[in-house]
DNA sequence: CCAATATGTTCAAACGATTGTTTTAATCTA
DNA sequence: TAGATTAAAACAATCGTTTGAACATATTGG
C-alpha cells in the first residue's frame, strides 16, 4: 500500500466492518473517519466490497502465517502450536477474530472469495494432528477427529469473542489473553488425552 | 401471537435475520418472504427494530429456560445439563445460536436492551457450577474461573456455528448433535477434574 | 530553464436505487 | 355501520457509485 489515503482508508475501515459488520457501515462514515473523499474508495479499491474483501484478505493471510510454521512437530505440540498462534494474533491483529467469526455467522461473498479456503486448510491441519495423535497412542482412540478438531477451534476463539462483553468481570490485558490461551489448551489436551 | 400475518411476518423473519444479520435485510425482503404488505411490519411490531427484538426475545427466552432447572444438582450434573440444554435448544430453535453470536460479535441495539441481562446469567450460572466443584474437591484448584466458564461455553457453542460450513465432511444430524455434544463436555469435564 | 503537456489525485455534486416509515384509501370482519 | 386490517403509493433519508472540474506533481520539448 503506497499512498496515504488508501492507508487511511483501509486503517478506519477496519474497526468499523469488525465491530458493526459489513452490511451497517456506509461508505460516507468510512470517508469521514479516514478524513478522505468519499470518492477515493471506489478509486483506489473498487468500492466498498473492494475495500471489505482487501481488509479480510490482510487478515485471514496473518492467520495463515502464524500457523504454517508448525508442520513437522509431534501431534500435542501442533495443537499448542494453533493455540499460542490464535492468542498471539488477537494481539497483534484484535479485529482478526471478529472479521472470521462475522462471516461464520453471517457470510458475506468473502466466505466464498477469501475464507473458505483458509479455513479449511486450518481445519485439515488440525485434524491432522489430532488423527496422528491417535495413530501414536498418546489421544483417545474413541474421539471423533472432526469432533475435536471444532471443540479446540471453539475453546480457543470464543473467549476473543466474549471477552468485550464481560470486560467489567475480567481482567482484558495481553498477559490474560495468553493466560486463557495457556489454560483452555491445557483443559482441552488433558480432555482428550488417553490414561 | 394471535394474528396470521403476525405470524407470517414472524416466521419468515426468522431465518432472514439469522442468515444475514439485521442491517443486511431490508423490510420488503421479509414482506415478501412473509407474502405480506410492507406496512403491515410497522402496523404489528412498529417497525423493522421491533420485529427483530420480539424474535430476539423469544429465542433467548427459550434458553433461559432450557438452563434454568439444573439449579439444585451437583456441579459436575449442572455443567452437563448446560451442555446437554445448548445441544436440545439447536435442535429445537435452529437459529438461536447464530442470533446470540450475531450479536456477540456485531451487537445491535438489542445486545443491550435484552440479551445482556439474559447472557450475564447464563455465565453466573456457570462460574457458580465450577466454583462449587472447584470447593468440594472434584475440579482442579488452579482453575481460573471465568476462564473456565468461557472454555465451556466456546466448545459447546462453536460447533453449532460452524456446522454449516463443514456440511461436506460433517454428518449434520441431530443424532451427530448430541453425541458432539457430549464428546465435548466429556473433554472439558476430563480436562478441568482434579487427578 | 521555462513553458506546455501529461498524469495522478482530490473534491463537491449529482446519479438512480433502495432504505424504513407513513399516509390514505380500500377491504374485510363482527 | 364501526372498527380492524390490508394495500398501494408516496415520503424523506440514505445507500454505493459516478461524474467532471479543480488541483498537484511530474515529464517532455524547445
Given at each position: 500500500?503506497?499512498?496515504?489515503?488508501?492507508?487511511?482508508?483501509?486503517?478506519?475501515?477496519?474497526?468499523?466492518?469488525?465491530?458493526?459488520?459489513?452490511?451497517?457501515?456506509?461508505?460516507?462514515?468510512?470517508?469521514?473517519?479516514?478524513?478522505?473523499?468519499?470518492?477515493?474508495?471506489?478509486?483506489?479499491?473498487?468500492?466498498?466490497?473492494?475495500?471489505?474483501?482487501?481488509?479480510?484478505?490482510?487478515?485471514?493471510?496473518?492467520?495463515?502465517?502464524?500457523?504454517?510454521?508448525?508442520?513437522?512437530?509431534?501431534?500435542?505440540?501442533?495443537?499448542?502450536?494453533?493455540?499460542?498462534?490464535?492468542?498471539?494474533?488477537?494481539?497483534?491483529?484484535?479485529?482478526?477474530?471478529?472479521?472470521?467469526?462475522?462471516?461464520?455467522?453471517?457470510?458475506?461473498?468473502?466466505?466464498?472469495?477469501?475464507?473458505?479456503?483458509?479455513?479449511?486448510?486450518?481445519?485439515?491441519?488440525?485434524?491432522?494432528?489430532?488423527?496422528?495423535?491417535?495413530?501414536?497412542?498418546?489421544?483417545?482412540?474413541?474421539?471423533?477427529?472432526?469432533?475435536?478438531?471444532?471443540?479446540?477451534?471453539?475453546?480457543?476463539?470464543?473467549?476473543?469473542?466474549?471477552?468485550?462483553?464481560?470486560?467489567?468481570?475480567?481482567?482484558t490485558s495481553v498477559e490474560a489473553d495468553a493466560a486463557y490461551?495457556?489454560?483452555?489448551?491445557?483443559?482441552?489436551?488433558?480432555?482428550?488425552?488417553?490414561?
Amino acid at each position: 500500500m503506497d499512498n496515504a489515503t488508501q492507508e487511511k482508508l483501509f486503517a478506519a475501515a477496519i474497526p468499523l466492518f469488525a465491530e458493526k459488520g459489513y452490511a451497517a457501515v456506509s461508505i460516507r462514515e468510512i470517508a469521514k473517519a479516514a478524513d478522505v473523499n468519499v470518492s477515493s474508495i471506489s478509486y483506489y479499491f473498487r468500492g466498498k466490497e473492494g475495500l471489505y474483501h482487501a481488509i479480510i484478505e490482510s487478515h485471514i493471510g496473518a492467520i495463515s502465517k502464524a500457523i504454517s510454521s508448525a508442520e513437522g512437530l509431534p501431534p500435542e505440540e501442533r495443537l499448542r502450536h494453533y493455540a499460542k498462534a490464535i492468542s498471539e494474533i488477537h494481539t497483534k491483529k484484535p479485529y482478526v477474530i471478529r472479521f472470521v467469526q462475522s462471516e461464520l455467522v453471517n457470510p458475506t461473498s468473502a466466505m466464498d472469495k477469501i475464507l473458505k479456503k483458509h479455513l479449511f486448510s486450518f481445519y485439515r491441519f488440525l485434524n491432522k494432528a489430532i488423527q496422528d495423535g491417535i495413530d501414536s497412542g498418546i489421544f483417545r482412540d474413541d474421539l471423533d477427529v472432526h469432533h475435536a478438531a471444532l471443540s479446540l477451534v471453539g475453546i480457543m476463539n470464543f473467549y476473543f469473542i466474549a471477552k468485550p462483553l464481560f470486560r467489567d468481570f475480567l481482567d482484558t490485558s495481553v498477559e490474560a489473553d495468553a493466560a486463557y490461551a495457556e489454560q483452555a489448551v491445557n483443559i482441552y489436551l488433558e480432555g482428550i488425552r488417553r490414561k
